[in-house]
């Protein structure tokens, strides 16, 4: 599951065109990026180098786009395997702590995984905040 350019691009331009300030972000499955340094098809919308971290994930690119070192970012797993933040699994309701709690929840390609899909995708719209958004995209 993962972060590719067509998201990037989007991401990039919702933020531009609504003026939107994402302050906290949260990830369903810890995502990695699937860019380079030298994606020319990104090259009109970020400088993605600063963004690339070492082992793959994209919490770099999240803090690198919102603009702020600041922002929360994360990610919630149903298992330990790729070191997300929460372990949760998304058949079960979210606790409400996270409700309403992020600016942008961004799922890659994770929920697909979830048997029970219609609380999964509730769980993620528990957590947008009012004025947030919900992004679910293909990994690859």
């Known amino acids: 599951m993962g972060i590719i350019s067509s998201h990037i691009k989007w991401i990039v331009l919702m933020k531009r065109k609504l003026n ?28 993605i180098s600063s963004s690339l971290q070492a082992d793959g994930y994209s919490e770099s690119f999240w803090k690198s786009i919102c603009g702020n070192q600041q922002t929360s970012v994360e990610s919630f797993d149903a298992s ?27 799922d890659g390609g994770t929920l697909e995984h979830v048997f029970n899909y219609t609380r999964g995708l509730k769980n993620c719209l528990d957590m947008v905040k009012l004025g947030g958004v919900f992004h679910v995209g293909d990994a690859c």
């Open 20 to 47: 939107m300030k994402i302050d906290n972000v949260a990830m369903i499955g810890r995502q990695t990026l699937y860019v380079d340094s030298f994606n020319k098809e990104l090259k009109d919308y970020i400088d």
């Open 80 to 106: 330990e395997f790729e070191s997300a933040t929460h372990i949760w699994d998304f058949n079960d309701k979210i606790p409400e702590d996270y409700f309403d709690k992020y600016g942008i929840v961004y």
